[in-house]
């Protein structure tokens, strides 16, 4: 009998399917098949216990449980599911991170902000990536955040690049309306006649 607190390991345990454990999985049920051959009178009860009863006897079966070894082969093995992905995630990861610094790539007008500690943003995969995980709350607010990053804000510059016909200048005077001014030198930044996410990319 075995007494456990979770089913699901124990299911997990003796099932031969492809899933993270299935190195070990696949090594119990070969040990169990050569002790079921042995006798068929051999069976395995597996006997649910909530842990919250801390019942003196389960502790003793854990315990006991515990002890048990079971061989995955002589070396550690590095071919589970959880091992390759983990080893293809960091491969795309450096390459993304290696490719992100080309100009070609990120694009001429691509904004690079900054981590807290001073270090270069890069992309990530972790609750969205480090854009999403910002402005995700509101499609409207990443929309907006997009543009601004790309260098498709509705600036004085971005009117002067695509020859639209609207002003280019500053109300503050500035000859150019660039994003750069708008973030860290207008002294109207804050006014309504500027985005609001200009002034939430600023805070960054």
């Not at 907006?144 to 002067?160: D, L």
């Not at 207008?186 to 500027?194: D, F, K, T």
Request: hydrophobic share 35%; with cysteine.
């Amino acid at each position: 009998m075995v007494f456990t607190d979770s089913m699901g390991s124990a299911h997990r345990a003796v099932d031969p399917s492809v899933h993270s454990g299935q190195a070990f999985s696949l090594s119990v049920c070969r040990t169990l098949q050569e002790w079921f051959k042995a006798d068929d009178l051999c069976r395995i009860t597996f006997v649910y216990v909530l842990s919250a009863l801390r019942w003196d006897i389960h502790g003793d079966a854990h315990k006991y449980v515990t002890k048990l070894k079971v061989r995955t082969g002589r070396r550690k093995t590095d071919n589970s599911i959880d091992a390759l992905r983990s080893r293809a995630v960091h491969s795309v990861l450096d390459l993304w991170s290696s490719t992100f610094q080309d100009p070609t790539y990120q694009g001429s007008e691509f904004l690079e902000l900054q981590q807290p500690d001073g270090r270069p943003l890069q992309p990530s995969y972790l609750n969205g990536g480090p854009w999403l995980s910002t402005f995700g709350h509101s499609i409207t607010e990443f929309a907006r955040v997009c543009r601004c990053i790309t260098g498709h804000a509705p600036i004085g510059a971005y009117y002067h690049c695509f020859k639209i016909n609207e002003p280019h200048g500053c109300t503050c005077g500035a000859a150019l309306q660039s994003r750069q001014h708008v973030l860290f030198c207008c002294r109207n930044r804050y006014s309504v006649h500027y985005p609001r996410f200009l002034g939430d990319i600023a805070s960054l």
